[in-house]
């Protein structure tokens, strides 16, 4: 008899959300296939939307925390990822290419830490199908994940901005925008960028406190409005915080009156 299959609490996690996830699809299926209604068929898809936007979170824990673990790899080590097919998880084995030089041999990559030129991609090592060595965070997540390059950057600068990360000592610091990311779930991807996106611009020429009091007014409009609208908001607000070198605490006075009424469209 076949020894048991142990999963980890991880995996027992994802099956029971697939589980339930099979289940939403059949009620909204037969919902919205016998006698659907406008009301009812909006109901669904508000449902859906706030259960999709509950893993981000985690999406962009994971790219930064990949892209913590891959910043210090060791020269001449990568990882190697099969393209035969399926993709095996991933292991950080020594890179027989390696020169003591630093120059690349056929089959090395640019992004290959320690390798300076870039030959082609493919790994020559004996296996199931060709492989390409990865040091890079944003790499392994596309091919991975088969999410493209921008994706993968994205993930990964969000993440850094909004959930926690650990230091080398073992300490815990809180994410660099607390209110922001606190709004995660309740959030869509391009809002939640533009938002970051629009604090970044701002906080050469705000004070820290100004820059958290914007972050709470931009995160609040952001639960508010539709991310075409939050995009005028926050282009509103960066364009009052620096007109010109403003003084930051008169700035964000402006901004403040300003963002209440969102500048209507042209």
Do not use: N
């Not at 009620?27 to 509950?54: K, M």
């Amino acid at each position: 008899m076949a020894a048991p299959l142990l999963l980890d609490p991880a995996h027992h996690a994802q099956a029971d959300l697939d589980a339930a996830l099979a289940t939403l699809e059949t009620i909204v299926e037969h919902e919205t296939l016998t006698a659907p209604t406008t009301e009812r068929t909006l109901h669904f898809a508000e449902l859906v939307e706030a259960t999709t936007r509950r893993p981000t979170r985690l999406q962009l824990h994971l790219a930064a925390a990949l892209e913590h673990a891959t910043t210090d790899v060791p020269s001449g080590q990568g990882l190697l990822v099969d393209h035969g097919g399926t993709l095996p998880g991933p292991a950080l084995v020594p890179d027989p290419a390696d020169t003591s030089d630093g120059s690349c041999r056929a089959g090395d990559r640019a992004d290959i830490v320690g390798c300076s030129g870039d030959t082609g991609g493919v790994d020559s090592a004996p296996g199931p199908g060709p492989r390409t060595r990865y040091a890079r965070a944003r790499d392994l997540l596309r091919m991975r994940l088969r999410i493209s390059g921008a994706e993968a950057g994205r993930r990964i600068r969000l993440g850094h901005a909004l959930t926690p990360r650990t230091t080398l000592s073992g300490e815990v610091v809180p994410a660099e925008r607390p209110v922001l990311a606190s709004a995660l779930p309740h959030l869509d991807r391009e809002a939640t960028t533009g938002v970051l996106r629009a604090l970044e611009r701002v906080a050469a020429v705000l004070d820290h406190e100004d820059v958290t009091e914007l972050e709470q007014v931009l995160t609040s409009h952001a639960t508010t409005f539709d991310p075409d609208q939050l995009r005028r908001i926050a282009t509103h607000a960066v364009a009052v915080a620096d007109p010109d070198g403003a003084a930051p605490s008169e700035s964000l006075k402006h901004i403040q009156q300003g963002v209440q009424d969102p500048p209507a469209r042209g």
